[in-house]
């Protein structure tokens, strides 16, 4: 009998001719994966117990050489996937390696800006895109690999296999080539803030730094001058500090809050009071040093008072001295009046349906924004809502009451309205959004951006006039005292500037 081996499988024209004499001759052939890789199976009948028929030499051929060519179809797509599973490891050590020398950066220099959370957050992504879609298609690629031939007998398809995953994984080669370029670009922004040139810089012979006050381990939310002409500074290391006026010294801290400290306002009777994302309000006054009643003569300043009432994250906190109210502003959509010397709320006001994040008060006003852009006037005669307005297409950040109305958002506008919350002009920021606004005098507004920079705003010309770089991160509260500009950054410190301007 002419042997399997001998027939030519690859030339398809000889194929009848080669097989033609034994074209009619019967053998019994066993067609089972199992039975050695479908040779001839005469010898082993016997032992195993595989199915197997009457078969025609020229037909066992036909069906020998089809499962060939499909195993070589199954061979082609394997090299396809293994091709583009090596090309998303490589890229996934591109990512580690670029990411892990963007943190040694951050670590080692001081830059003047880069959005720390934006870079983790695009990381992130990147991971999620890797992982999940990569674990998703796993169950069906181990199939695929320890099972080739179940595509090929009906059930499930090579163009399913192909549509599935190696299309899928070919997208997600694009996506994460996007990935690492936007982290190149970053590197990059790196890189080019800090060696930016001197010529930026040369509005800085405007700016002369008093002092540079650092201590907190975490974020400085606010700085305020007390009564007694010492420095408080709030953290979102859930400190409260103070600090000598003479010698910049940290001379007490305060532990009271279990959570991040937002903001400080001053009130009467050499107190001052505090919010913190840990609900509540804290009302601090000052005791001489060396006055008894069992406190340690070291004790400077002491919580008399604890305002509870909100239901989330307290984030600011202003004093309204026509009405002596206290006014706090909640993540949880409300305002609160509180009498200092009380410990509940006066009053709850309603009306947001955002996280509220910043509010200002000036006689009979109180005007605050939230998070989807919206302002709300209210009035703190009749305790109810007056007007409200969605100009801004992001957060409102901080806002201003004057003879007009100032507000800043995450849109990187500043929005000037009359005092009925009229929309009267837009001041377009080029540099960056404004964290904190602050009358700087009667002519000109200062921002502290988040890019560190202090942008000096004339409502008149309703354009920015200068821009100087001061923290190496943004700028989250800006007070001003005789002269004297006080700034609070995420970059952990504060800083006091005396301008000549």
Known sequence: MHSFKDLDI?????EQQQCNQHHKDIIKACLSSGCDQLKLCQSCLSSHNSSHREITVYQLFKEVQGNIKTTFRVEKSKDKFDIVFKNIQEMRQQVHQIFNQLEQDIKQYLIEKINIDE?????QTLRNINENNYIQHIPLLKLYYLNPNYFYDGWIQLSIVEDTILTKLLILNEKLKLQVDKLRNDAEQLFEIKTRKVSEHQQEDLVQLLTNINGHENVVRCVIKLHNGDYATASRDKTIKIWNQNTFQCIQTLRDHINWVQDLTLIPNNKFASCS???TIKIYTQFPQGQSNNRPQSVLW???????????????IVYNDQFN???????DGTLRLWDPSQKNALTVLQGHENCVYTLATKGNLIVSGDEGGQLIKWSLVHMKIE???KQHSGCVNSILINAQIYSCGDDR?????DTDLQLKHVIQLERAELESLLFFNNNLIVGGDEQGYLQFIDPKQGKVISEIPVHNDRIYKIMY????LCTASSDLSVKLFKFNI
Not at 10 to 14: A, K, L, R, S, Y
């Open 387 to 389: 007007s409200k307005q």
């Open 325 to 331: 109210y206290l006014i706090t502003c909640s993540t």
């Open 10 to 14: 690859t030339d398809t024209e000889n």
């Open 481 to 484: 005292y005789d002269g004297i």
């Open 277 to 279: 994302d840990d609900k």
């Open 413 to 417: 506008k500043v929005n000037v309205w």
């Open 302 to 316: 002491e919580c008399v008072n604890t305002l509870r009432g909100h239901e989330s994250y307290v984030v600011r």
């Open 119 to 123: 870079l983790n957050q695009n990381y």
